[in-house]
């Protein structure tokens, strides 16, 4: 698949940023955008429409289009979209959409029309606005989406985040009703000694009630639950692990590595098959069984060079 935008292009669609709380956050270009358009897509028509009061624009034409809307559905909107040559606009409850929201359910369906424009309308973003206050070390982090819901794919996620030897910043949405227990899940997470973990959390960003809490490890975290704070609002949370636990951690990995290897080559050269050495490696240091027999291939090839020098 191959597609392109250019100015010339009539058919328009345009994601446009809308305030995550304070109403003085909407750029003129947004305004003028959402006035011009010829029907604007959301996700909640009630939303949207208590926006468009706000601005003045309450004859504006709505469409729901949300996670529910069938293939079927969006394919007949863009074709409308694409044969009549319309401006359509696309916002979200609140901030930029495409982040985990229906946006880009419609771009990846709308590339699939060439004649349609996509453009962005930028403004809020409940993602960016938190980056600006996390005070994250290095410009790079790892963003998330919401937090997992299910206990079993929350410790998953940990675990691999625990065990990084690359990324040190992790961004998360979360919902009113689950902020404490995912608070809960990261104070268990981060009881051992030696792990002290930043952790930075926001909600409400750019409203009334806008509340910011900084601090590192379980004990910051079993503080926080003490407090009767306030869950009613959308939150965004981070985490940030030290350069020290990258460290060691790279150092551990590279060990295990060094210690399966060695392992394996010595399986090997005792004359086990590759398939058997391979499965026998895979089990007792838990990793990919096409990595283990990949590397025992490679291990048998090197013996058999050295065996016809010899």
């Known amino acids: 698949m ?10 328009r669609i345009s994601m446009i940023a ?30 949207t429409q208590a926006l468009l009061n706000a601005l003045g ?41 495409g982040l985990s929201d229906p946006g880009s359910k419609i771009i990846e369906r709308m590339t699939r029309f060439s004649r349609i424009r ?15 206050i996390a005070g994250f070390s290095e ?10 819901r299910s206990t079993g794919d929350a410790e998953e996620l ?10 040190r910043s992790f961004v998360f949405f979360e919902s009113p009703n689950r902020i404490r227990d995912t608070i809960e899940c990261l104070k268990v997470w981060c009881e051992e000694p030696e792990f002290t973990p930043k952790f930075i959390l926001a909600k409400e960003l750019t409203k009334l009630h ?8 379980a004990e910051f975290l079993d503080h926080l639950l003490q407090q009767q704070f306030d869950e009613r609002g959308e939150w965004v949370f981070g985490i940030e692990l030290s350069a020290d636990w990258l460290s060691k951690n790279d150092v551990k990995n590279r060990k295990a590595d060094t210690d399966w290897v060695l392992s394996l080559d010595c399986l090997i050269s005792a004359g086990i098959s590759t398939k058997q050495a391979s499965h026998v490696i895979a089990e007792k240091y838990k990793i990919a069984k096409n990595l283990a027999y990949r590397e025992a291939l490679e291990l048998q090839k090197k013996i058999k060079n050295s065996e016809s020098k010899a």
């Open 2 to 11: 191959q597609y392109q935008t250019y100015p010339a292009q009539k058919a």
């Open 18 to 47: 809308v305030p995550i709380g304070n109403l003085g956050d909407i750029t003129e270009r947004a305004m003028r955008t959402i006035e011009v358009c010829d029907e604007l897509w959301c996700e909640d028509t009630r939303h």
């Open 57 to 97: 624009m309450e004859s504006k034409r709505v469409r729901r289009v949300d996670q529910h809307i069938t293939e079927s559905d969006l394919n007949h909107l863009l074709e409308r979209v694409d044969e009549q040559g319309q401006h359509i606009g696309v916002v979200t409850d609140a901030g930029t959409p």
């Open 118 to 132: 996509i453009e962005p309308i930028p403004g809020a973003s409940s993602l960016t606005c938190f980056i600006s």
């Open 139 to 148: 410009n790079t982090f790892v963003f998330q989406g919401f937090f997992p």
């Open 158 to 167: 940990l675990s691999e985040i625990k065990g990084s030897t690359s990324a």
């Open 210 to 217: 806008e509340t910011i809490w900084m601090g590192d490890g």
